[in-house]
Each structure stands twice: as C-alpha cells, then as structure tokens.
C-alpha cells in the first residue's frame, strides 16, 4: 500500500503547482500524499479515515490575526501508537490554494484543558500560505478536553492521555504536518518546509513543550500567556476564596470591581499618556494605595442571569480593601513566604469573585472550575469537576497541593525546564506575548519564566549583556491593558497584537529581529521587556525606557518551597 501511494505522490504532486484547489482537494489525492514516511514516531495511519473538504471564500477574524476571506481544504485523518490497544488520535490540515503557499507549515493550540482551539485559530496558517494543523489529541474527537480523557477509573490516571496532552500530540502534529505538506506540494528535501506554532493560554504551554523538548522542530514560535507551573497555576485559582476566608470577609463582587475601576483610573497617567489604559502597571504597583478607595460608593443592579444577585449598593470599605490588598500581593504561607503571584493591578479579581447564596442572603467563595477540578480531579483523582467547599483549607494546604501537583506532573504538564540552549543552537525564535491585565494567568507568571531563563542560560553575565544574548533567540512583550489572550474590555485601548506570526516570520526567515512589537489599538507599539513604556509631552511622545525599581516589582522569589520554582 505504501509504494502505491509513493507512486500516486510523484505523479499527482507534481501537477499541484499548476492545478486549482478544488483539483486536488479530494480523498483520493490526500490519502495519496499521506506521510507514511517513517518519521519515528511509532505510529501507523489509518489510510482508511482520510477526507477531504474543500472552503471557499470563508471571512474570517480574530485578534490573532487580521481579518481575511479564505479558501483552504481540510484534510483529516487518523493514527494510531504501535502496541496500544484502543488508541485513535485525529488530525487536521488546513491546506492553501497552490498559488498562495509559501513553503510553511503551522501548528496551533488550545486553550483550557482542550489541545486545539478549532477554526478560531487555525485560520492563521492559511492566512501566511501555511498549512495549518490541529489535533485531538487522541481523547476521542475534536471537541473532546483532556479532562474527559485523563482518568481510566477513579483512582487511575490515564498516563497516555496525559503525556499526550503535555506534549507527545504536539510533537506528532507537527512532525505529521511537516512531512504531509512536503508530500502534498511535492517540496523536495533540498528545499525548505518552514515550520511555526502560534497557541495561547494552555495553547501558550503547549507551545513552550516542543521548544523545550524538541528543539528544531520549529523555527519559529508565538507563545501567549502560557500556562506555565500548571499545578501553580491552577491551584492558585483558589487563591482568592483561601484569602477571604482567612480573612474573614468575602467582598461582594461590586465592591471589588469599584476597586478595579478607581485603580485603572488612578494609575492610568502614570505612563504619561491619559487613555484609559494602565501600561505601567508596575508604577501602580509601586505607588497606589488601595486604602484611597476605601468610603467610595458602589452600585450594581440586580443580576437574573446564569448565577442570580442582588442588588449591591454601599461604600468600599477596609475589609474590601484588605482582601484586594492580599490578593494583588499573591498567596503567602504561614511563616510569611511567598507562594505564588497573582495579577497585576487594575486587572480584574476573577479569582477572588464570590457567589450569592439565596439561602444563606450571604457572599461565599466561589469554587473556581480550574482550580476545584485540578484538586479534585488531577490530584485526588475523582471523577469530580471541583471541591465541595474550602471549607478547612489555607494558605499552607494549597502550598502542598501546589507541591504535590508539581512532583506528579513535573515530566508532563508543569512546562518550566529554564535550559533553552538547545533551542538556541538550532536558530529557532519564539516571541512571547502576555496582557499586562491578563487576570486569569498573571503577566507576572510569564516574567519569571523568562527571569529563570536569563539566569539559567547567562547567568555569568551582567543583566544588559544577558538580556542582549536572549534577544538573538527569545524576546518577550507585555502588552498594556491586555486581557487573558485578548484585549481588554475594561481597557479596550490597549488592544492586542494581530501579525505577531508574520513578525516571527520575517525574524526567523529574513533575520528581521523586532525590536518593538506592532499592536493593533491605540496603543500602536510594545515594547520588548525588560524595557517599560513612557509617554511624555502630554502622550505626545513615546519611548521605551529601562527602569530597574519597576522590574524589580515583577519578580517573585517562591521561598514557600524548598526547591526552585522555574
């Protein structure tokens, strides 16, 4: 069967160049360009499974990519691991009409506890002549997460599922992808397949396996807000409720959002420039008391929606504040040493948001989805979706969660080996992207990724000479006002950057490095940390300018664990 797919390759591929998409956007020419290569992967296709779909003139528009009208063909198919029973994993490649390809190929991910984000994202490849790729992971179908995968029984994890998850499918995807696109546009060996990844959030992680794990397989990464220390990560999702509940106060949810709302307001001309935006979250940090909002009136309507509330009407008062205080400052142990880091300020406290009980007419903490279930699921391996309560847990409980998810999940899911080296020597560039306001993965959990980085790899070398030897491989952007993957509501200034693909194009492609980073809102440029944005002659002028107290502010030393914490 192979040799007469190999034989339909050289005489249908060589008329692609020259034939219209919907020429060749047909079962039988995919199952012909198949990669059934070896390609060490231990797998067998399923020739059997192949389709094809062609789609013409489709509008498509994310804040990941600019508005487009697109025609490509999906090809899909199936595959299995050699020597395990049961086992199918789907796979997806967009492909361009032949007159539009570049020679690249795409790979894109997920978010949450899903491993691809579907048409959302994957248009992306299309849009810079790429195929593009997606995978389900092996979970069952497309739409299927992980969650539903990770347990065989109560009590048994299923560690293919996991592994596959954390970074084997991937790898897979890409490795398939790269070769069926060779075989499909007839690109021989002596020429080359430029490769890419763009993902965001878990997307974001799942990029940053591969580089870690496999250092050519790309040349070029976008890795936004990624969900690195995953069992930080999550867990710390109950952050919030542990505080209150220590504290004894659990703010109504208006109260905190007053808070939000004179902060944005209060720290917004810190940057030198009044556009509703805070760019310098650290000048927020450094110089803002939350205590100046306390006897500050806030109103909210009564709510009918998913989750009913009443209506909230009163004044910030000391307890609120002390609660967003603790918050802002991240999760601190009984003897007084960090844990963890939460968002910056001005960005919401999604974590610390209570629910309305109609029976108790009371607030309550409000059991994070992420946070509930990693406990419940991942750790005490139930076939549960969150914790019944918090009910006796502190501070020190989801340290030793924490822990005991980073010792359980350190080869597969955690994503925070520092050595990058690797990567380096083989030339590949990534560009690293996180919202200042992101109040689901804290813009700070992707500085000290890049800090442990700097210091793994050059720590031998001064601070200016170090950061110049990451910028040939990895250069990072905050992005002012930005959101979890996208722009902010509560800032819709600060926008988000829409051809970061096509700036990590031309940089690994052309050796066109960015110094500063397009943006697409009113806030036009980024600028590569460490340096911070400064506007002056009333938001006339605009620079990036170097300010060591304002760094300092985004490092965290976890002392709270008797290990480095990368």
Same mark, same amino acid.
């Given at each position: 069967?192979?040799?007469?797919?190999?034989?339909?390759?050289?005489?249908?591929?060589?008329?692609?160049?020259?034939?219209?998409?919907?020429?060749?956007?047909?079962?039988?020419?995919?199952?012909?360009?198949?990669?059934?290569?070896?390609? %060490?992967?231990?797998?067998?296709?399923? $020739?059997?499974?192949? =389709? *094809?779909? /062609?789609?013409?003139?489709?509008? &498509?528009?994310? +804040?990941?990519?600019?508005?487009?009208?697109?025609?490509?063909?999906?090809?899909?198919?199936?595959?299995?691991?050699?020597?395990?029973?049961?086992?199918?994993?789907?796979?997806?490649?967009?492909?361009?009409?032949?007159?539009?390809?570049?020679?690249?190929?795409?790979?894109?991910?997920?978010?949450?506890?899903?491993?691809?984000?579907?048409?959302?994202?994957?248009?992306?490849?299309?849009?810079?002549?790429?195929?593009?790729?997606?995978?389900? %992971?092996?979970?069952?179908?497309?739409? $299927?997460?992980?969650? =539903? *995968?990770? /347990?065989?029984?109560?009590?048994? &994890?299923?560690? +293919?599922?996991?592994?596959?998850?954390?970074?084997?499918?991937?790898?897979?995807?890409?490795?398939?992808?790269?070769?069926?696109?060779?075989?499909?546009?007839?690109?021989?060996?002596?020429?080359?397949?430029?490769?890419?990844?763009?993902?965001?959030?878990?997307?974001?992680?799942?990029?940053?396996?591969?580089?870690?794990?496999?250092?050519?397989?790309?040349?070029?990464?976008?890795?936004?807000?990624?969900?690195?220390?995953?069992?930080?990560?999550?867990?710390?999702?109950?952050?919030?409720?542990?505080?209150?509940? *220590?504290?004894?106060?659990?703010?109504?949810?208006?109260?905190? +959002?007053?808070?939000?709302?004179?902060?944005?307001?209060?720290?917004?001309?810190?940057?030198?420039?009044?556009?509703?935006?805070?760019?310098?979250?650290?000048?927020?940090?450094?110089?803002?008391?939350?205590?100046?909002?306390?006897?500050?009136?806030?109103?909210?309507?009564?709510?009918?929606?998913?989750?009913?509330?009443?209506?909230?009407?009163?004044?910030?008062?000391?307890?609120?504040?002390?609660?967003?205080?603790?918050?802002?400052?991240?999760?601190?142990?009984?003897?007084?040493?960090?844990?963890?880091?939460?968002?910056?300020?001005?960005?919401?406290?999604?974590?610390?948001?209570?629910?309305?009980?109609?029976?108790?007419?009371?607030?309550?903490?409000?059991?994070?989805?992420?946070?509930?279930?990693?406990?419940?699921?991942?750790?005490?391996?139930?076939?549960?979706?969150?914790?019944?309560?918090?009910?006796?847990?502190?501070?020190?409980?989801?340290?030793?969660?924490?822990?005991?998810?980073?010792?359980?999940?350190?080869?597969?899911?955690?994503?925070?080996?520092?050595?990058?080296?690797?990567?380096?020597?083989?030339?590949?560039?990534?560009?690293?992207?996180?919202?200042?306001?992101?109040?689901?993965?804290?813009?700070?959990?992707?500085?000290?990724?890049?800090?442990?980085?700097?210091?793994?790899?050059?720590?031998?070398?001064?601070?200016?000479?170090?950061?110049?030897?990451?910028?040939?491989?990895?250069?990072?952007?905050?992005?002012?006002?930005?959101?979890?993957?996208?722009?902010?509501?509560?800032?819709?200034?600060?926008?988000?950057?829409?051809?970061?693909?096509?700036?990590?194009?031309?940089?690994?492609?052309?050796?066109?490095?960015?110094?500063?980073?397009?943006?697409?809102?009113?806030?036009?440029?980024?600028?590569?940390?460490?340096?911070?944005?400064?506007?002056?002659?009333?938001?006339?002028?605009?620079?990036?300018?170097?300010?060591?107290?304002?760094?300092?502010?985004?490092?965290?030393?976890?002392?709270?664990?008797?290990?480095?914490?990368?």
């Amino acid at each position: 069967m192979v040799s007469t797919l190999r034989m339909l390759v050289v005489g249908n591929a060589l008329a692609v160049a020259n034939a219209a998409l919907v020429d060749y956007c047909t079962t039988d020419y995919a199952a012909s360009v198949l990669p059934v290569q070896d390609l %060490g992967l231990g797998i067998a296709i399923d $020739t059997a499974s192949v =389709s *094809a779909a /062609l789609t013409t003139n489709k509008s &498509v528009s994310s +804040q990941w990519f600019e508005s487009a009208v697109i025609d490509y063909c999906n090809v899909t198919f199936a595959y299995s691991h050699n020597g395990l029973a049961n086992d199918i994993v789907h796979v997806s490649y967009l492909v361009p009409p032949p007159e539009k390809f570049t020679s690249r190929y795409v790979s894109t991910g997920g978010g949450g506890l899903a491993i691809n984000s579907g048409a959302s994202s994957s248009p992306t490849g299309i849009i810079v002549g790429a195929v593009s790729g997606i995978t389900d %992971g092996g979970f069952g179908n497309f739409n $299927t997460q992980y969650d =539903s *995968a990770f /347990l065989l029984a109560p009590g048994t &994890v299923n560690w +293919q599922a996991t592994y596959m998850f954390g970074y084997q499918a991937h790898h897979e995807l890409a490795t398939l992808g790269k070769q069926f696109t060779r075989n499909f546009f007839n690109v021989s060996l002596d020429d080359k397949v430029y490769s890419y990844y763009q993902g965001c959030s878990e997307g974001g992680r799942e990029g940053w396996s591969q580089i870690q794990r496999f250092a050519d397989q790309f040349d070029g990464l976008v890795t936004g807000a990624p969900a690195f220390r995953f069992s930080q990560l999550q867990t710390n999702h109950l952050s919030g409720g542990v505080i209150e509940q *220590a504290l004894g106060y659990f703010p109504p949810p208006c109260e905190l +959002q007053k808070i939000v709302n004179l902060t944005i307001a209060a720290c917004d001309g810190l940057d030198g420039k009044a556009d509703g935006v805070i760019s310098r979250s650290d000048l927020c940090k450094l110089n803002f008391d939350y205590k100046s909002t306390i006897g500050e009136p806030y109103y909210c309507a009564a709510s009918n929606g998913g989750r009913p509330t009443p209506e909230q009407n009163g004044t910030v008062t000391a307890e609120g504040v002390a609660v967003a205080s603790a918050f802002t400052n991240g999760l601190i142990d009984s003897e007084g040493k960090q844990i963890y880091l939460n968002p910056q300020p001005g960005s919401s406290f999604a974590d610390a948001t209570n629910s309305y009980s109609a029976e108790t007419a009371s607030w309550k903490p409000s059991l994070s989805g992420l946070g509930g279930q990693w406990v419940a699921r991942f750790l005490n391996l139930q076939e549960k979706d969150s914790l019944d309560s918090l009910e006796g847990v502190t501070a020190d409980t989801l340290r030793d969660w924490m822990a005991l998810g980073e010792q359980k999940y350190s080869d597969s899911l955690q994503t925070t080996w520092p050595d990058l080296g690797p990567f380096k020597s083989a030339g590949g560039k990534v560009i690293h992207v996180h919202g200042e306001a992101d109040s689901s993965i804290p813009a700070g959990s992707s500085v000290h990724y890049y800090e442990s980085v700097r210091n793994a790899m050059f720590g031998g070398l001064d601070f200016d000479e170090s950061t110049s030897a990451m910028d040939e491989f990895y250069r990072f952007y905050v992005v002012p006002g930005g959101s979890h993957c996208g722009s902010n509501r509560e800032q819709p200034a600060g926008g988000w950057p829409a051809t970061t693909l096509q700036t990590v194009i031309e940089w690994a492609e052309n050796g066109v490095a960015p110094d500063t980073l397009d943006n697409a809102g009113d806030i036009t440029t980024l600028c590569k940390w460490p340096l911070r944005p400064q506007w002056s002659d009333n938001g006339a002028s605009f620079d990036c300018i170097s300010d060591d107290a304002s760094v300092e502010s985004w490092k965290y030393t976890f002392d709270a664990f008797r290990y480095p914490v990368y």
